[in-house]
């Protein structure tokens, strides 16, 4: 299978269930509507394998984005605060 | 790749003691670097390609996954140039492409002033991408407000070209921001599929905030 936009080759994965094709050109991921589903239902068990958003809290005074975790707070003590054992994110690519 | 002899400059699991000052200023200071004036020509920077290259490992590690579905969907609403799928909006500025904590050392160690190291990826393009890791960070609380404000109060006052001057950075940050969330998010869970194991925190914090992004709703297309 070619790829719609630049026409080179697609790569296909389908291992678990849901059929997923990724152009080896420009890396577009294509998806048609049955995957479109199945991708639908599986977000889904992940959205509801995770524990309920935190208690709304004051806004921090930096502005965020509208996707940010909702329970940052002022000066990162709020809430969870620091994540233990992240460190490894902060340092390496 | 170059080996720095110089260690860690502080304990990962301590990112109020980082040098986020120092990474701020050292960030303005390179993006400020006119391209022309430098010895020879600079490749784009790699940015987008790399977190392309993450979502492809990750369907190549565990696809069929929940945490895929919803990396995936956050992948598909970013613009295409985040994706490496079309040219950056600006190859005017010289980045760094792989900015992190662990790439600031002090020279000469223990008490030099602090540099900025393995410049491999260096090149030009969207300076908003050295931002992104430390804005993804905040984003997703694993860095604290205070820790974020004094990154990006460093590189403002150092002449940062990469967001406004004043007031809310976001309109710059949040598409890179959300690229390295997806390409931590891909990363992380590819990692774990292949070593068999769990999600830690942080991982899981990264899959956490790609399903925000996804129910932003911006729809998956080709
Ligand atoms: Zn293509």
Not at chain 2, 134 to 157: C, D, N, Q
Request: hydrophobic content about 45%.
């Amino acid at each position: 299978m070619q790829c719609p936009k630049c026409h080179a080759p697609m790569h296909t994965y389908n291992r678990s269930g849901v059929q997923i094709e990724q152009c080896s050109g420009c890396r577009g991921i294509f998806l048609d509507y049955g995957e479109l589903e199945a991708l639908t239902r599986l977000e889904s068990q992940w959205t509801q394998a995770a524990p309920p958003p935190a208690a709304p809290q004051a806004y921090p005074a930096a502005p965020a984005p509208a996707w940010g975790a909702p329970h940052q707070g002022h000066h990162g003590h709020h809430g969870h605060g620091h994540r233990r054992g992240f460190g490894h994110l902060l340092f390496s690519s | 790749m170059t080996l720095w002899p110089y260690g860690r400059p502080v304990s990962p699991d301590r990112p109020e003691d980082a040098p986020w000052e120092a990474a701020g200023h050292l960030l303005a200071r390179l993006h400020r670097l006119r391209p022309a004036g430098l010895p020879g020509p600079l490749p784009v920077m790699r940015g987008p390609a790399k977190a392309a290259r993450a979502v492809a490992r990750l369907l190549a590690a565990a696809p069929g996954t929940p945490a895929a579905a919803v990396i995936l969907r956050a992948w598909a609403g970013l613009p295409a140039w985040a994706r490496d799928e079309a040219p950056m909006p600006r190859t005017d500025i010289v980045c760094h492409g792989d900015m992190h904590l662990g790439q600031l050392v002090r020279y000469p160690a223990p008490d030099g002033p602090w540099l900025l190291i393995d410049v491999d990826d260096l090149g030009v393009g969207e300076p908003a991408w050295d931002l992104a890791r430390p804005a993804a960070w905040y984003a997703t609380g694993l860095v604290g407000e205070a820790e974020w404000s004094r990154f990006l109060a460093a590189y403002r006052a150092a002449g940062g070209p990469a967001v406004r001057p004043g007031g809310d950075p976001w309109p710059e940050l949040d598409a890179p921001a959300r690229a390295l969330t997806v390409q931590s998010a891909a990363t992380g869970v590819a990692k774990a599929a292949a070593a068999g194991r769990e999600l830690d925190g942080a991982e899981e914090a990264m899959v956490d905030a790609c399903a925000r992004i996804a129910r932003l709703g911006v729809p998956v297309v080709g």
